[in-house]
């Protein structure tokens, strides 16, 4: 689970973690770097809350993370998600 936020003093707010959310999920770029992320995002936030949100968005299958960078994956579309489990597609 998330091991991260128990060595912090200070977890990240809600507002971070929806503002870091929503500048992915509304990105251009198909792949973004975490450089990259931090120059996109309205406010300016520490780079260890920027991996604890990182780490919670991976573990809750809505990025994916690569050696490239970081790919907004989730999808809230029920008729999408049941054709890929029912068919096994892997994404």
Known sequence: MLKTIQKLEHAPTL??????????????????????????????????????????LEESNKIAVSMRGITWIHNPNQKLRAAAISRGLEL
Do not use: C, D, G
Request: hydrophobic share 40%.
């Open 15 to 56: 507002n971070t973690v929806l503002m870091v959310e929503n500048t992915l999920k509304n990105m251009q770029e198909s792949v973004i770097t975490v450089a990259e992320l931090k120059r996109k995002l309205p406010k300016q936030v520490n780079h260890n809350t920027i991996k604890v949100i990182l780490e919670y």
